[in-house]
């Protein structure tokens, strides 16, 4: 944390590192291909080319685009909501930048949980364990009450899929869906695992014939299911006391959003450093440098 502290300590160092990202090979204009061009003095970060004149912004087509906040600001709540391994509310992102508003602490939490999701990530495969579970929702009055399994009339209905491979958990996928039938459960499952998945669910009717996906349905005993399905039942559990712990209970507005933020961070446990770039939508243009590779450079 001090380390990023002082690589991003300031305005000119953020946008150095967004030029580098952008350009690693120098400036490039997006109009005319042109290699030259000058900083302009009246626009922040932004160049404009020597051959066309088209101005481009080092924040172009990122999440900060536009943004009046400060690019330190953009940068450590990214930290902060990639490394911090339970993620981190609206109002503890606002004391730790120490942000005037509460309204702007939520909206930077807003946008950063929606650059969670990329929309070119490739499907689970493999060997995949899928369940699907109800979760308690708060509102304001009511207590958090949790429902018998699969009576789930008005609640909150979470489809949920785990990549195993060498008996290890790798990628996972949470959905809301609006039922535990058989059109919902096959949509999850053929939007979130390529063709010729091993499939492993309890033997659930909505899990069978789903087309070009060879399905192993486990006959569960009532208390067998964290044993035949451990890892989906281990997110599920997860997710719950995430829910209740960091967010005192999921809401049913946004609940999706909550999803994504939840697998993204399991997604990415490993690699939680490096994550912060994907949350500030420059991750995507060049292949990811590892935190310490930018630690080595300006060392
Ligand atoms: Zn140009």
Known sequence: MLEFQGRFATESACAEYLFARRWPDGFVCPGCGGGRAWLLQTKAFTYECADCGRQTSVTAGTIMHASKLPLTVWFWAAFLMATHSNGISALQLQNQLGLGSYRTAWMLCAKLRRAMVNPEREPLSGLVEADETIIPFRTKNDPVVLPARRSGVGKMLVAGAVEIDGG???????QVIEGFDKHQLHAFVLGTVAPHTRLV?????????IPAIRHNAIT??????HIALPWIHRLFSNLKRWGLGVYHGLRKTNLQHYLDEFVFRFNRRRTRHAAFVTLLGIGARTAPAPYHVLIRKAA
């Open 201 to 209: 669910t309890d033997d659930w009717p909505s899990y069978q014939d």
């Open 168 to 174: 290890k958990p790798r990628r996972a996928r949470l």
């Open 220 to 225: 569960l005993g009532p208390m067998a299911a």
